[in-house]
């Protein structure tokens, strides 16, 4: 399991550990999970979905992964 944060400007829209984070990247879906290489990519329109269940709709924004930490701030 990993640490995973999704935040807007204003508020946290989650936060805990996770198995898996789906994503819709800028030139394509992909999805990060445990011991995932540091990595940044813009999303786009579309849903990051978490461990299979949570669905968090977004408009864009930005994520990074780095060691076992995963967070995103994004526009809903």
């Keep these: 399991m990993f640490k995973a944060t999704v935040i807007t400007s204003n ?3 989650f936060e805990g ?3 898996s984070v789906f994503l819709p990247g800028e030139t394509g879906e992909f ?3 445990e ?3 540091p990595i940044l ?3 786009r329109q579309g849903d990051v979905v978490i461990n299979g269940e ?3 709709p977004v408009k864009r924004g ?3 992964v780095s060691g076992d930490e995963f967070v995103a701030v ?3």
């Design 11 to 13: 508020k946290v829209l």
């Design 17 to 19: 550990d996770v198995w």
């Design 31 to 33: 999805e990060v999970l």
């Design 35 to 37: 011991l995932h290489k």
């Design 41 to 43: 990519s813009l999303l």
């Design 54 to 56: 949570t669905k968090i």
């Design 62 to 64: 930005a994520m990074r």
């Design 74 to 76: 994004v526009e809903e």
